[in-house]
């Protein structure tokens, strides 16, 4: 027998009165795996039971060990009739199955009720002892080790970079069975949150099988994604980057850890030379298998808007010879490779060579109902079909890659888009394979892509661009051809060379459509999605300009289908590269007759424009240095390679000008004005508000031009949901309405966190849905991370000290609500109140009372608090220790909305329940952080006139050890030093 799995159910607390006669309740549990059943004895008449149970053991595979979670059921005991449920745990068995992760889950988890929320807590002890398995045709992927982290995690290094993996598992929803009708509301509440988790098992198990068939021992970029289809069924799917991890050394895991981020990523996932014998001699195929076909199957591809990114051209000495023996090798090393895609958005030095720019692909298909939940032919194809598509689209540019590759869907009724996107590039060959490579080839990636600018030069042939582009000799080492532009789904690359600071762009858009059913209804929606699209990358590059701004990073489109309209939400990072030239200004073009007044006012708008783009220069710092004089005449390097260009084009004088090399170079960016929609757009475009004084924002980890980060981090949520209702709804009434609602959620979250500054708002994610009719839910996670402006002083703790001092008296003077129960410079509160339209205050009782209720108060030096993070890292800190993923969905139903204090209320509750349960998970794990946080999935569906509601949320992150940098100086460095635990220090109070 492979395994044995223990449990021991000790005791619980504050259950909730089920006797109303004495007040009290006769609880006893029940602990099921598999198709095995325990019960504890009855405790009489108590709110805080004694059980100390014996152990209670399960002999089973490894295989269960994986898809199956441990269920622990509370009950209260009745004598004459049924006995009541009083909540459910699940706990994942997975993270005991690693080599060095935890060996025992020991802690008080929440008991929790899909009606009543949480109701109390048990105290629970879990171990499993594994036995060798020598079976050769084993279904298992015992110890392969997941991340959601999209970076390599802080205490490996890469050996080889296998490449990605993908899975997907279909079943019938509960919700939607017939005998449903007959069920109550929790029992098909819990039939289904138990299918999703038993689902959730299997998907990793089979996605771990991949993985060691690439003879590779990790995920990394784990994404996984539930698409509700409704009466058509329920999908889980997952996608991620295969790698072979080291871990680091105990030394190395001790060194102090720099506050700055892009430090420490140059110094923890540092990637080796692979070592002999763990070649990957073949790639895991994409999942296929025979089933039912759709009765219905109607497919648009939605042409894709291809933008210039970064890349190697062929004008320097050598360049054509060199590029050309970079593309062999690296084809070489991805064509065993069905899909050369890697979810990863930040790299090791030296990954990336060059980039070539955002590919994307979109296609509407109509569902019908899964009938095989073992055969998810049909699902399996449509994702083939799109990732074909990229892949397309990537050699076109020249790459034989796509890094920062997501995927994503949107479903109404039953249409569903599905979408994907990531950006071409061209990688480092040794970094993917085993084996020597050519001695001289490192060598000359680094000769060929100077530091700081070579992953913006071009990878395509210039001769043969695969769209129109105005390219120009890089402005670092002017040697290789850059774009005017570039958009990228990664992260800022620690090399790269910024001028000023980054903010957050968004660009966003409504459009309605009519309501029709079936394929009347997918042919709408698959003739609006091209201009949607188009609109949305025209907004992006006009917002961009208007910054002064040149590179977009982590660019994030998302389209969401409802009943009667389509909304378009793009959050990206603008920066302003050094390598690539000076963005020209925007310039009003009118096609309308003569008017004197309307010259007046397009003159005056332009002037307006004008007066923007110098402020954002000044806000934002960009001050690009002018280059001297003897550069800008000297003459263009290999003239011959400038003549081969110029007979590719036409001889016209306007072309041979726009090669001119001038720093200073002013090309504007024309909007043509033809009509009052486009008058709104250059309207809209003037009303976007840049953040208070001392505030920065962006979607990335790190804020490009800050480094001086301090350890007070604070992690938000916040939902909003409101109704776009308007008479005759046009176009620009609701873009103006969302537009508004976007603004508004924003300058709330200013106003609560006004006592951090200065601050700067990092990873940023918008979450745009639309449950019903005119109705719009916002969700947004985010970091607020405060930084010291004078780095001259930052080696001195002093002024640190004092801003920690201040922030954390100004919190409980200013703000509405205290945004900590302990003054912990390091402790991130993860909570802003979910808001509906008409609610702007959130009591702050929920979270005081899901947070560890048994503490009396946070100066007991003994207390955990898990802290909660979107970040890969803890600024001030080092994670010593990853002790696996954090995959949790919930469901939350009320049939008491008002009550409970109305949409704003239940979310609240609701989200603050979330994170307890994430909370004591982790807490049980042996950890005390969790990293790359994000809530993935939030819907919420509400029926005021019975006043009900629904919400299913659904988060991942990764739990951790983290020790704090001030106790890593007072740790004696040595080779066998194990790692701290976290328990005796990470709830000290400093000041």
Known sequence: MPGKLKVKIVAGRHLPVMDRASDLTDAFVEVKFGNTTFKTDVYPKSLNPQWNSEWFKFEVDDEELQDEPLQITVLDHDTYSANDAIGKVYIDIDPLLYSEAATVISGWFPIYDTIHGIRGEINVVVKVDLFNDLNRFRQSSCGVKFFCTTSIPKCYRAVIIHGFVEELVVNEDPEYQWIDRIRTPRASNEARQRLISLMSGELQRKIGLKVLEMRGNAVVGYLQCFD???????VVRAIGTACTLDKLSNTSAFLPACNSPSKEMKESPLVHPPSHGCRSTHNSPIHTATGSRLTQNFSVSVPTLIYTGMGSGSAG???????TLLRQQTQSALEQREFPFFTLTTFPPGFLVHVGGVVSARSVKLLDRIHNPDEPETRDAWWAEIRQEIKSHAKALGCHAVVGYSESTSICEEVCILSASGTAAVLNPRFLQDGTMEGCLEQRIEEASPPGCGFCHIPYDELNMPFPAHLTYCYNCRKQKVPDVLFTTIDLPVEAIVVGKGCLIQARLCRLK??????????????????????????????????????????????TVGENMLMGLASATGVYLAALPTPGGIQIAGKTPNDATYDQHISHMQKKINDTIAKNKELYEINPPELPEEIIGSPIPEPRQRSRLLRSQSESSDEVTELD??????????????????????????????PPSGFYSCNTEIMPGINNWTPEIQMFTAVRVSRLSTINPTNQTLNKNFNDLCENLLKSLYFKLRSMVPCCLCHVNFTVALPEDELVQIAVTAVAITYDKNQALQANKAPTEKSQQRASTDNEEQLQFPLEL?????????????????????????????????????????????????????????????LGIINMFFIRETTSLREEGGVSGFLHAFIAEVFAMVRAHVAALGGNAVVSYIMKQCVFMENPNKNQAQCLINVSGDAVIFVRESELEMLPVQPSTAAPQPTSSAGDVTT
């Open 228 to 234: 509700l289809e409704g009466e058509s069924g329920l």
């Open 822 to 882: 302990c003054s912990d410079p390091l402790s991130s509160q993860p909570f802003s109140p979910a808001k509906a339209t008409s609610l702007e205050k959130a009591s702050p009782l929920a979270e005081g009372y899901l947070r560890h209720r048994s503490v009396p108060s946070c100066t007991n030096s003994t207390v955990s608090v898990v802290k909660m993070t979107p970040l890969s890292f803890l600024p001030g800190a080092k994670i010593t220790k990853y």
């Open 317 to 323: 000495k050598e360049g054509g010879p060199f590029k």
């Open 514 to 559: 009519k309501k029709a059913q079936a394929e009347a209804n997918a042919t709408s929606i698959s003739n609006l999605l091209p201009f949607m699209e188009y609109e949305v990358h025209t907004q992006l590059m006009n917002k961009l300009k208007l910054r002064g701004m040149n590179a977009l990073f982590g660019l994030r489109i998302q389209i």
């Open 661 to 690: 090399l001038s720093h200073g170079k002013k090309d504007a960016f024309v909007l043509e004005i033809d009509d009052t929609d486009a008058m709104e757009d250059v309207h809209s475009l003037l009303t976007d508000v840049p």
